[in-house]
């Protein structure tokens, strides 16, 4: 089965009589001796297949997932049942081996999901419309900043720092290169510090960014934070949000905001050890052509039946790259696909009831935990499925402790928030019964 290069000895000879050299080593002639490594890779004896692959398979078992583990860990990233259905739509060949749209004649079934993803986005966040989707949650935010930007012609950023934490790395990175000033907002008891908003907000403000629900899980005040947005002139209101949480949420359409962000991996995406993901943005009509990326519509062809379009193309594959709103929003066509199966087979009232259920168990999960007095709020907000908790036991020793019972743990505070030491944030989604619940509140008290 060795070696995997399928040429033979006569291959290669003939290869090296075409270009006119008589060993391999005769291709490296052209590179001075004294920067050649002159001896052996050190590397391992090859393997066959056989043996490669059970080398593979050993190491991929020592892999703990959501599968063998009870997971209470979300931070983003969140384990909610995938119906059966969302996969096997998405494994079709033909819709598995789609790309982009060049050519929209022959790829109107590709069209067609996409004009159905931004249709349920724009229901689902209260916009007037949505692009075709992102790489993920942190770059939409990235996006969104460089669209404000262009709109209001000006260039600084405000950012809430109950913002996603990666989030906002990706978003100082975006700001980086593009020339805009980027300003964090403290958070106060874990939400956005309104105060400090009011003092920092100025006329170069091209846009102010909030999470809600926040990081911290808690649902964020958007009309306090709208008021105080627009009483500047022209700033914009950019709000991230999960998109589970519309599901029984006002949406941030009626709240007032003009840009609508998010990570869309709970719409039907498994956690795949981080991605890939999809990012969303929404936005009002009037500033449509400014959202990066490309939009789908619908017409009629020359028979008068139903056809897709690509109405607007504002990519540089499409146009002049200089003219371009963004370079690098290419849009995650299969995740995109398994949103759409994901939302339609739930529809409103199967969305409404994971939201129902993952606020509901969140709330019994803190009740239980917190009942003992061991373990105390670290924040006295309303919150929708994740919720903080600290204690006098570092947040390293219990995730140890859980782990030895098979349960995923909580996102440890401290690496993204040093203030908050022994802080430990709790996820619960409808996935998680009472049971395991009991279980994880029963296994933290007899840590302490």
């Known amino acids: ?73 979300g931070a983003g990233a969140y384990d909610h049942y995938i119906p059966s259905i969302v996969d096997h739509i998405i494994s079709k060949s033909e819709f598995y081996t789609s790309y982009t749209p060049y050519q929209a004649e022959i790829s109107q079934g590709t069209l067609q999901y996409i004009f159905e993803y931004q249709t349920l986005i724009s229901n689902l966040t209260g916009m007037d419309v ?8 942190g770059s939409a935010l990235g996006e969104a900043s460089i669209m404000a930007s262009n709109i209001t012609r000006k260039d600084e950023i405000i950012v809430s720092k109950t913002v996603h934490p990666d989030s906002r790395r990706v978003l100082e990175t975006y700001a980086h290169v593009q020339g805009l000033k980027l300003i964090e907002i403290d ?14 907000i100025n006329e170069n403000t091209a846009a102010v960014i909030v999470q809600s629900p926040n990081f911290f899980g808690i649902i964020e005040d958007i009309e306090a934070v709208e008021g105080i947005t627009h009483s500047v002139k022209k700033t914009m209101l950019v709000v991230s949000v999960d998109p ?35 990012g969303f943005i929404a936005t009002k009509k009037k500033h449509m052509r400014k959202l ?12 008068g039946k139903r056809a897709f379009v690509l109405t607007l193309q504002a990519r540089e594959q499409h146009i002049r790259r200089d003219k371009a709103t963004s370079n690098i929003c290419t ?12 939302m339609v087979t739930l529809g409103k009232k199967g969305l409404r009831e994971v939201a129902t259920q993952s606020i509901t168990k969140a709330h019994y999960a803190y009740d239980k935990i917190t009942a003992t007095g061991k373990y105390k709020p670290l924040f006295d907000k309303p919150f929708f499925k994740e919720f903080a908790i600290t204690s006098n036991v570092s947040g390293e020793k219990i ?50």
């Open 331 to 342: 849009n995650q066509g299969l995740n995109v696909l398994a949103s759409v199966v994901y």
């Open 1 to 73: 089965m060795y070696p995997y290069i399928p040429n033979t000895n006569d291959d290669e000879r003939k290869m090296l009589e075409s270009i006119g050299v008589n060993s391999i080593e005769g291709l490296f002639n052209d590179i001075p001796e004294e920067v050649k490594l002159n001896r052996e890779l050190n590397l391992n004896k090859s393997m066959s297949e056989i043996e490669v692959k059970k080398y593979l398979t050993n190491l991929a078992t020592q892999n703990k997932t959501i599968n063998d583990l009870t997971c209470f860990l």
């Open 399 to 448: 995730n140890d402790e859980l782990l030895k019972e098979n349960i995923l743990g909580g996102f440890i505070l401290e690496n993204s928030y040093p203030q908050y030491e022994n802080g430990v944030l709790y996820c619960v989604t409808e996935k998680r019964t009472k049971k395991e619940i009991d279980t994880l509140a029963s296994v933290l008290e007899g840590i302490i």
């Open 292 to 303: 990066p990326g490309r939009i789908v519509g619908q017409s009629t062809d020359v028979d």
């Open 244 to 278: 589970i949480s519309l599901g029984i949420l006002k949406s941030p359409g009626e709240l007032g905001a003009d840009i609508v962000v998010g990570e869309g991996q709970s719409l039907g995406i498994p956690l795949s050890y981080g991605g890939p993901y999809l």
């Open 130 to 137: 949505s692009n075709a989707s992102l790489y993920d949650g």
């Open 187 to 200: 958070e106060l008891d874990g939400t956005t510090n309104l105060q400090q908003l009011e003092e920092k």
